[in-house]
């Protein structure tokens, strides 16, 4: 972990450093492919951007919980073309394009935005293995955003509408004998201006919305089945009675009834599973294709974040008459229960495993600087979950974004709880409505596996809500073996397992409730931007942090009050807003390319509760006092001022006269005695500041929302956003230098938009605790 210092010189080195490395690795690559391929001049890049090739795309199994052994990946250049909407398959291409990595992505070599009056083309050939003749071949799709339509040799083998969930077709009959088969994807993404789930994609990114993806997103393979052959594993733990409740779901001609051996009668289909821990063989039962049948384990191992076991698994399916084998597939799973049940004290709380576990964690995006929705490699996609958990945290809140299989498989294998959110639209029309419950069932079947996965989450805030109470009761119908959230934050109807609320920067819980747990889905949103590793010189956070200090102190405070929560009036779990920075916003623990802002080994123990690394609280000693006990004295208007009006030489005798604070009643954390109902004012006060030494000077300020002040003139701090509260922020070295012993004038522009409004300055000593 870097301490602040080194913090600022590694900032500032990084972006050489790694365009080097990049530099280096793209000179490097090898063959006509690699030639045909570079990434765009994105903004910024990740340590692993440098490990991204033609030939490495993202080359890992995609589907490790039914894997078979013959597969052939597709990612890789493929040819591209951006056209109208309506228009028919171009004759020319007009270059290549790194798959799976999205159009908008810096690490597709394009890196543009396709609006919804265009269609985006692929176009690529493939050869099938003398060795998969005979067999069925299915083209499978991690995912494509948002409607596609896919050819193989001219002919339509398949369309699709959803932009999370992963489909495959069948591609045999389109096939030709021998040579190559070309294969032609287009796609058409309204993006925001249709009313698909998308998340938060957006044409003109900027705040919380940040960059669409366009196209194909994930892995693209090729996998050879037998004409009968399983098609989907459905595994549900139940703790309680030690076994693995197991659904084989069959494809082929007889849909699972069975198949016709040569010159036979209609056969029988039979499946047998096997459980292993480790090499040991741990459980085994056969049962009838498509059953539903249990899978007792000996010696039951739990999942959990502190010793997340995974059994391995092993299905085949069999004729029964003869006993041979005609498909089979090896995966994992866990055994783990949650549920919500009452402690000791009759509070509810999230139990797994029969036992309360306080859950901690992040809000995650899911976002990349260099791969937008795509994550560079298989190396980052694990990183974020491994940093997750260094940081003491054992939740992350997947924020409407659901990702590939590979990242709920890290998810399984380092003990990270997961809530999955469904992605956001505006399900505006019955159509729109009727998609969303498409690609919300869709998210369900395809991740259900997942031991890590323990809630679902049907809406966030109320983007697009609607339907609540049914959504939420189908969710529960397909899989009751997980909790429901009906509504994160803000729109709760009182149904599902949890009361789920919102609060920025400081955390709060729900009352308690007779059926339902209490949990903060948003909290944090402490802000800091690091030099060398913005995505733009613009920035925001809901608190802005001076430094990585602060960011710390400020964040050990915040669970302090999370684990007060937690003891009463019963919170279950906190999600802290957010793992790293997306684009403009600033409120990630971890900057956009991945570096940890704050002390790491602080941050991790109070996210679990151990406070003992804290240091004592500076003491703040007041220079110039505010009015948060007594109504201080300013000169103020509300119309735009002409002339230089901070300066000392300025006449506001025309001014109005009133006592601090300014600002509207009910705002939080707000001393309003003058009411201020415009969006601008301007403040402007004497004061005398002592012949004294200070050890740190800084303002005391309350702002909503824009703040600028001013001392003797100069520009000595400027604050975007709001607060919530008096907080300390510095000066800057030139309003520093501005104040001398005797007369001083601090004059103050505050602008405000929307909500509340209220504005309030002083001035204190900031002595650290050490130097009393």
């Known amino acids: 972990m870097l301490d602040s210092k080194s913090l600022t010189v590694f900032s500032a080195a990084w972006p050489a450093i790694l365009m080097l490395c990049l530099c280096a690795t793209w000179c490097a690559a090898r063959g006509q492919a690699a030639a045909a391929w570079a990434p765009a001049k994105g903004p910024l890049f990740t340590q692993w951007a440098k490990d991204v090739s033609p030939e490495k795309a993202l080359p890992e199994y995609p589907r490790p919980q039914m894997v078979r052994k013959d597969w052939r990946n ?17 004759a020319q291409f007009q270059g290549k394009i790194l798959v799976p990595y999205p159009i908008e992505s810096a690490l597709s070599g394009i890196m543009r935005q396709v609006s919804e009056k265009e269609r985006l083309w692929y176009r690529r050939t493939f050869d099938v293995p003398a060795a998969w003749e005979g067999q069925r071949i299915l083209l499978h799709f991690g ?24 489909f495959s077709l069948d591609v045999t009959d389109a096939l030709k004998t021998g040579g190559p088969q070309e294969l032609v994807v287009s796609v058409w993404d309204p993006t925001n201006s249709g009313s698909q789930p998308r998340g938060k994609q957006v ?89 539903r049948f249990r899978l007792p384990l000996a010696d039951l191992k739990l999942w959990s974040p502190e010793s997340p076991h995974l059994y391995d698994l092993k299905v085949e399916l069999k004729i029964q008459s003869t006993g041979k084998t005609i498909d089979a597939v090896t995966g994992y799973f866990g055994m783990r229960k949650i549920e919500i049940a009452k402690d000791d004290k009759g509070i509810n709380r999230i139990m797994l495993n029969g036992k309360f576990v306080m859950q901690v964690g992040f809000l995650d995006q899911g976002f990349w600087p260099d791969g937008i929705y795509t994550a560079p490699t ?29 990242w709920y498989y890290w998810a399984d294998k380092r003990g990270l709880l997961v809530w999955q959110d469904m992605p956001a639209g505006d399900n505006e029309t019955g159509e729109a409505r009727k998609q969303f419950g498409v690609e919300l069932e869709a998210m369900v079947r395809t991740h259900r596996n997942h031991p890590s996965i323990i809630m679902w989450v049907v809406f966030n805030e109320g983007w697009g809500q609607h339907d ?30 949890v009361h789920d609320v919102h609060s920025y920067p400081n955390p709060k819980c729900p009352p308690a409730e007779e059926k339902r747990a209490a949990v903060l889905g948003e909290f944090g949103g402490l802000g800091l931007a690091v030099e060398g590793h913005m995505w733009k010189k613009e920035h925001w956070g809901y608190k802005g942090m001076a430094d990585a200090e ?12 999370v684990y007060e929560l937690k003891d009463k009036p019963g919170l279950c779990a906190a999600v802290y807003t957010q793992t790293t920075d997306c684009e403009v916003e600033c409120n990630g623990l971890m900057t956009y390319d991945r570096l940890v802002k704050g002390d790491l080994a602080r941050i991790a123990a109070a996210n679990q509760g151990d406070f003992s690394k804290v240091p004592p609280p500076p003491v ?11 109504g201080l004295e300013w000169r103020y208007t509300t119309d735009k001022p002409a002339g230089e009006w901070m300066k000392a030489a300025f006449d506001d005798s025309a001014w109005q006269k009133g006592p601090g604070g300014f600002g509207t009643k009910g705002t939080p954390g707000a001393v309003a005695r003058t009411e201020w109902k415009t969006a601008d004012i301007w403040l402007r ?26 001392v003797n003139g100069v520009l000595a701090c400027k604050l975007k956003g709001f607060q919530g509260e008096y907080e300390e922020r510095p000066l800057t070295p030139e309003g520093k230098a501005a104040l001398k012993p005797g007369k001083n004038l601090i004059a103050v522009h505050c602008l405000q938009t929307k909500g509340g409004q209220y504005v309030d300055v002083g001035l204190v000593d900031v002595v650290p605790a050490q130097a009393k």
């Not at 597709?74 to 171009?90: C, I």
């Open 685 to 710: 006060r004497e004061f005398d500041l002592p012949d004294a030494k200070f050890t740190s000077l800084q303002f005391r300020v309350h702002h909503d929302e824009d703040v600028e002040i001013y």
């Open 468 to 497: 609540t109470e049914r959504l939420a009761a189908r969710v529960k119908e397909m899989d009751p073996s997980r909790l429901v959230n009906n509504a994160s934050g803000w729109t709760d109807k009182a149904c599902g397992d």
């Open 620 to 630: 703040t000693k007041t220079v110039v006092p505010t009015s948060e006990e007594t």
């Open 74 to 90: 597709l990612n890789g250049l493929w040819d591209f073309a951006v056209t109208a909407k309506d228009d028919a398959q171009p």
């Open 143 to 166: 995912a494509i955003d948002w409607e596609s339509l896919v050819t193989v040799n001219g002919k339509n083998v398949g369309e699709h509408k959803g932009g999370y969930d992963a």
């Open 550 to 561: 602060e960011l710390t102190r400020t964040y050990e405070k915040l669970l302090q009050k």
């Open 378 to 406: 298989d190396e980052a996609l694990k990183y974020d979950i491994e940093m997750t958990r260094k940081l003491g945290m054992n939740l992350a809140r997947k924020h409407v974004k659901v990702e590939p299989e590979r």
């Open 203 to 291: 044409h003109k990114p900027g705040g919380i919305m940040y960059t669409p993806t366009t196209g194909i997103w994930q892995t693209v393979w090729l996998e050879p089945v037998p004409e009968t052959h399983i098609r989907r594993l459905v595994m549900t733990p139940d703790v309680d009675a030690k076994c693995l409740r197991l659904v084989v779901e069959v494809a082929g001609p007889t849909e699972g009834r069975g198949i016709k051996p040569t010159g036979g009668p209609v056969d029988a289909l039979r499946v047998e599973a096997t459980a292993y821990d480790g090499t040991q063989q741990v459980g085994t039962a056969a049962s009838g294709a498509g059953d």
